[in-house]
């Protein structure tokens, strides 16, 4: 079974900073782009980063451009989302994903695999 697992969300005040990881079982993405997507209440989920398989290049939503890193180890099969300076507009769940190409990715319907999401509150 093909597994995305979250974890390293929380409450937060704004200004603090999280990291989440999101680590693969049951096949590997070592050689698939990888993304972080967030779902806010009542909202459409939005997309939040992107790596591509190698880890050399990335993409960012506007609003956490020059707050939030994505990273990978390819090792672990594992990737990760280091947040900082965070806002109490980042509040939502935030969800890994397993891309069907090689590179970055920006469109949810890129992605064939999900995890279950981690809620992020951040208190103002």
């Known amino acids: 079974q093909v597994q995305l697992v979250e974890s390293g969300g929380g409450l937060v005040q704004a200004g603090d900073s999280l990291r989440l990881s999101c680590a693969a079982s049951?096949?590997?993405?070592?050689?698939?782009?990888m993304g972080w997507f967030r779902q806010a209440s009542g909202k459409e989920r939005d997309f939040v980063a992107s790596i591509n398989w190698s880890g050399g290049f990335t993409e960012y939503a506007d609003s956490v451009k020059g707050r939030f890193t994505i990273s990978r180890d390819r090792t672990k099969d594992t990737v990760y989302l280091q947040m900082n300076s965070l806002k109490s507009e980042d509040t939502a769940v935030y969800y890994c994903a397993g891309g069907r190409r090689l590179g970055t990715m920006t469109l949810s319907h890129e992605y064939d695999y999900w995890g279950q999401g981690t809620q992020v509150t951040v208190s103002s």
């Open positions: 049951g096949r590997t993405f070592r050689n698939n782009g």
